[in-house]
């Protein structure tokens, strides 16, 4: 059956899946049938590794909460919901048992640094004439740079690191702690302090934020890429001093996963 065409005006749909194995019900299964179970993931992994979209990570989760972790994009709606079944269905009736699922699309910061910022910051940070050929020339190299970051935004490449670590959150909205409450320009100044501690962890960290408000319980999803796991432990408590996580953040669980193929699934969950 065709599913209908459902687009983002722009970005990706993403999923992130949890689940648990019925180790009971997988011990049952005759031998011919779990190896279908693991050449099907295997070939959907497979025929889904573009560097963007489409696109199913595989994970084993770290810590009890789920044995398994998938990360899916794309570009339709449709897709990635017949994506999800076909990962559901290459696993026999019963052997997979949800834990958590979290739907969120790529987008743009409500705080996308503008041309006119980038003029602020070369005039007032930088010293620069607006009139001289260095401004022009320092103003291209910015904008280029924005215009990387908000492609990377929307479409992202994440790296194929060894850990991803993923948690939806909030923003408060109780009393005199209402983020929504606040003008666009001091939330604006807010952002800003905290987008700077996050990038202190270049190189040790990957990030992108997914936007989900209307379509989870959350508003936002985190999705962090490290080599190690201090890394995620050090950016997220880090976070947590600064005013906009610390005064007006509510997180949800936290799921730490190790990226792994579906061949190195089974030996490792020994299944």
Not at 212 to 219: A, F, N
Request: a neutral charge.
């Amino acid at each position: 059956m065709k599913l209908p065409s459902v687009k983002l005006s722009k970005g990706l749909h993403v999923f992130h899946l949890f689940y648990r194995v019925d180790r009971r019900r997988w011990s049952q299964l005759a031998p011919e049938v779990s190896g279908r179970a693991r050449s099907e993931l295997e070939a959907l992994a497979a025929a889904n590794a573009s560097a963007s979209h489409p696109r199913l990570n595989c994970y084993a989760n770290v810590g009890g909460k789920a044995d398994l972790g998938f990360m899916l994009f794309a570009a339709e709606l449709g897709d990635l919901c017949q994506l999800h079944r076909d990962l559901e269905a290459s696993f026999p009736p019963g052997a997979l048992v949800p834990v958590y699922q979290y739907l969120s699309v790529t987008e743009l910061p409500e705080y996308v640094t503008t041309e006119d910022d980038i003029r602020q910051t070369l005039i007032q940070q930088e010293k620069l004439d607006p009139a001289s050929e260095a401004f022009t020339q320092r103003f291209a190299e910015l904008r280029q740079r924005q215009l990387q970051y908000e492609q990377y935004r929307l479409y992202p490449e994440l790296p194929d690191w060894e850990l991803m670590g993923f948690y939806p959150m909030s923003k408060r909205r109780q009393g005199t702690d209402n983020w929504y409450s606040l003008d666009f320009a001091a939330r604006k100044q807010l952002m800003a302090g905290h987008a700077r501690v996050g990038r202190k962890f270049a190189g040790r960290i990957s990030q992108l934020i997914t936007g989900s408000t209307g379509l989870d319980d959350w508003e936002w999803g985190v999705t962090l890429m490290a080599h190690q796991l201090d890394a995620l432990k050090d950016i997220v408590y880090e976070m947590r001093f600064d005013e906009v996580s610390a005064r007006y953040g509510e997180f949800g669980p936290f799921f730490i996963n190790l990226r792994l193929s579906p061949a190195q699934l089974w030996p490792h969950l020994r299944l």
